[in-house]
């Protein structure tokens, strides 16, 4: 019982930061209808920014607000300078470009940092507490940073006046500007938005996997797969999808060891985590395309 319960604390803590990844795919999802590749990637550049920062001398949390602002700017970048030229271009031309910002900015970390796998320290203190044989000082501190982050957007969408144009320009673009909201510039807030959602989600995995240009590639399946649980058009149903994922795949794990101790037949374990988010991924888009908490876009011809 207290492995199981491990198990699920731990599930937790990966699920925080797939919660994050899920919620930055989102917020590009119900602005442009497409899903952004290379987020993995410009969190990994982000992690690579915050480390430099670190090797110089700074505080982990002077770092993390600089990096944030960086990569916020990066992404805005991104949609100006090179998505707004393709406004209305062919599905597949903006996949190609997402393809391409993928494998940009992984060529810019390995040229600038190598391939050379780097420690990244965790920020939280190494103290002992009360359950700390369930979860570590790290983990718990992600899901506490991942909360917190979820609220403070949760806020800003909610009651603030540029959140809740970003909202109306998400939902219905035209009302929006006839309601004298900047959709364009809407729309570029929001792509620096998730930029920097990935930038916390990178520096808060780093210090578990280590550092470096291919850090990112599975937990971005990882974060797909929980947006897709939870409903690629929610942003709270995103959230509870990579809680969900996090937790299931480690008690997969679980229960396929406990069989194999049991009855001496391996089916499948820890090597296969990564096998499980893909099932759910295939299944959830055969079973319900629109998520667990997501709803069905009906439009009229």
């Known amino acids: 019982m207290e492995q199981l319960i491990q198990q699920i604390a731990s599930g937790i803590a990966n699920g925080a930061i797939y919660a994050c990844l899920a919620l930055a ?48 700017l990066i992404g805005l970048s991104i949609e100006r300078v090179i998505l707004r030229p393709l406004h209305g271009a062919p599905v597949l031309s903006v996949v190609v470009v997402f393809i391409g910002l993928l494998a940009i900015f992984h060529s810019l970390a390995g040229a600038i940092w190598t391939h050379t796998i780097k420690a990244f320290p965790s920020p939280f203190p190494q103290v002992a507490f009360a359950g700390s044989g369930y979860i570590g000082p790290h983990q718990l501190g992600m899901i506490a940073v991942t909360v917190g982050l979820l609220g403070a957007l949760f806020a800003f969408f909610r009651f603030t006046p540029l959140g809740l144009a970003m909202r109306a320009a998400a939902q219905n673009p035209a009302s929006a500007r006839l309601a004298g909201v900047s959709v364009d510039w809407m729309l570029a807030l929001g792509w620096g938005l998730a930029a920097a959602i990935g930038a916390v989600a990178g520096t808060m995995v780093a210090p578990a996997v280590y550092l470096e240009p291919n850090m990112m590639a599975s937990i971005l399946l990882y974060g797909f797969a929980g947006a897709l649980v939870g409903g690629i058009s929610s942003p709270g149903g995103a959230v509870a999808g990579g809680f969900i994922v996090g937790v299931l795949e480690n008690l997969v794990a679980y229960f396929g060891n406990l069989l ?26 055969t079973l319900k395309p629109s998520g667990l908490f997501g709803h069905v876009t009906v439009k009229r011809v």
């Open 25 to 72: 795919l989102v917020m590009i999802f119900v602005s442009t209808d497409h899903i952004n590749f290379a987020q993995g990637e410009m969190a990994m550049f982000s992690a690579f920014l915050c480390w430099q920062l670190l090797d110089w001398g700074l505080n982990f949390w002077i770092a993390l607000p600089i990096v944030v602002v960086v990569s916020f």
């Open 260 to 285: 194999e101790k049991i009855t001496g037949f391996y089916l499948i374990g820890n090597g296969e985590k990564l096998t499980v988010a893909l099932i759910i991924v295939i299944t959830v888009l």
